[in-house]
């Protein structure tokens, strides 16, 4: 049985790849425990490196086809699908860095009578078996994320892309093996809900990593193996605050590629932009303008910067959103409607209330909110009122305002004049309460996928 992929703007079939049934995962399982068991068939640091080496210069001679089916099959404009292949493979860089830098600790002895005559360490060893659930929203870079590290560390990977999304992950997971990397280290599967769940929840599971909806991400982690580890990363509703010394015309560009990039379909996408009741007329004017230009349609088009959103459904559902916020009284600047039965018009809202659920939920879609504050704590109290909390951000001259903002807003990052969508994927990368769980971040996750052990020498 095959999972029929599908172009998101015109849902014409553009590919497949197998929908496995538990019995097939299960062995995927028993092969993953048992190259994790046989220490003595543990591939050498500098045999990883080598495969990690060998895929990132294949990926280098296929960066555009990797790209054109980054935006064939999830939708990023083609422009931005490029930036995501570049920033796979730098991700590959990062993960044979990272293999250098995972080390341990002599611990000092002698300290008290117990502790004499001995000598004591550390070292980090792989953690074992990784189970990877992945987002569409970034079908590549997403997968390196959670894979590479895998491989880096020396652990036995097996992942689940999205279903929307699974071309970018099943041609990764080719390349790892065309490099060299034996198949049972590494499997992509899209296994149905049941096996997958199943999957994840197995006692031979040492690693569960997520990128995922909230709901789902802590089932799954209540339901998890007794000593297992995981990561969870969920989405926000990224809070933006524009006070009056803010350089507008600066601020514009910056608004609109972290509320629009990739159709709000990011985890930190600009969402609520509280801006000083002095300023905020000549922001919603000029940054209306900025949104109304952005041209929309079929992401494989070199001059889209738009695309469509991952399903017909979610269109209907940032309509629904959209609309309470116009019945409740908010002000539509510019967009506020469908475009076709896969793209909404980029949108922005001027103070919707506070209680519309697209002031309390995240839209991952074309959608921005303006709200109007006159004191800054009252801004930051309403940003600070949900239960997610993830990455923010404020536009500031003021540099005592940027600290009172960094000081008391709820986030794991602020930015200051720039976006909330913005990262290096160096940086740690983590959500807060609701948000998320763990952190991730190449090296991070390298770190989070190995685990301290000792050794105690009496002389």
């Not at 089916?69 to 292949?85: F, S, T, Y």
């Not at 309390?360 to 997610?388: H, M, T, W």
């Not at 990052?413 to 952190?439: C, E, I, K, Q, Y």
Request: proline content about 6%.
């Amino acid at each position: 049985m095959n999972l029929e992929v599908v172009n998101p703007f015109t849902l014409s079939p553009i590919g497949s790849v197998p929908a496995d049934s538990w019995d097939v995962v299960d062995g995927y399982l028993t092969k993953a425990e048992a190259l994790y068991r046989n220490r003595d068939g543990w591939m050498k640091p500098h045999e990883r490196a080598a495969i990690l080496h060998k895929a990132m210069k294949i990926m280098e001679e296929r960066k555009e086809h990797l790209a054109f089916q980054i935006a064939d099959e999830g939708g990023k404009p083609l422009m931005d699908a490029r930036v995501e292949v570049d920033r796979a493979i730098n991700g590959m860089e990062l993960c044979i860095h990272e293999m250098g830098s995972l080390k341990g600790t002599e611990i000092p002895m002698g300290l008290t009578p117990a502790g004499d005559d001995r000598m004591a360490w550390t070292t980090r060893e792989p953690i074992g078996v990784v189970v990877a659930i992945s987002a569409f929203n970034h079908p590549l870079n997403l997968i390196v994320h959670q894979v590479a590290p895998a491989v880096a560390t020396g652990c036995p990977v097996i992942v689940k892309p999205s279903g929307d999304t699974p071309l970018s992950c099943f041609e990764f997971v080719s390349i790892l093996h065309e490099a060299g990397l034996p198949e049972d280290w590494c499997r992509a599967t899209c296994a149905p809900r049941d096996a997958a769940e199943k999957m994840v929840i197995d006692p031979r599971v040492a690693f569960f990593s997520f990128i995922g909806s909230a709901g789902v991400g802590w089932s799954l982690r209540s339901k998890l193996a007794p000593g297992a580890r995981c990561a969870l990363e969920h989405g926000g509703v990224a809070p933006v605050i524009v006070d009056a010394s803010a350089d507008i015309d600066a601020a514009v560009p910056s608004l609109t590629k972290g509320g629009f990039y990739h159709s709000g379909q990011v985890c930190v996408s600009v969402q609520r932009v509280f801006a000083h009741s002095s300023i905020i007329d000549e922001l919603a004017e000029k940054l209306t303008k900025s949104v109304m230009a952005l041209k929309v349609g079929n992401a494989t088009d070199e001059t889209v910067e738009c695309g469509p959103l991952i399903r017909p459904r979610e269109v209907d559902r940032v309509s629904e959103w959209v609309e309470e916020a116009r019945a409740g009284g908010a002000t539509v600047l510019c967009g506020g409607q469908k475009l076709s039965d896969t793209t909404y018009a980029p949108t922005l809202l001027l103070n919707p209330p506070k209680d519309a659920t697209i002031s309390r939920k995240e839209v991952f879609g074309p959608v921005v909110c303006l709200y109007s504050y006159d004191n800054v704590d009252d801004a930051i109290a309403q940003a600070n009122s949900l239960e997610v909390a993830f990455q923010a951000a404020v536009y500031t001259n003021d540099l005592k305002g940027a600290m009172h903002t960094y000081r008391h807003i709820d986030a794991s990052a602020v930015m200051v004049n720039d976006h909330s969508a913005f990262r290096t994927d160096w940086m740690p990368f983590a959500g807060l309460r609701s948000s998320g769980h763990g952190v991730g971040g190449i090296p991070y996750t390298c770190h989070e996928m190995t685990h301290e052990k000792m050794i105690v020498i009496k002389s």
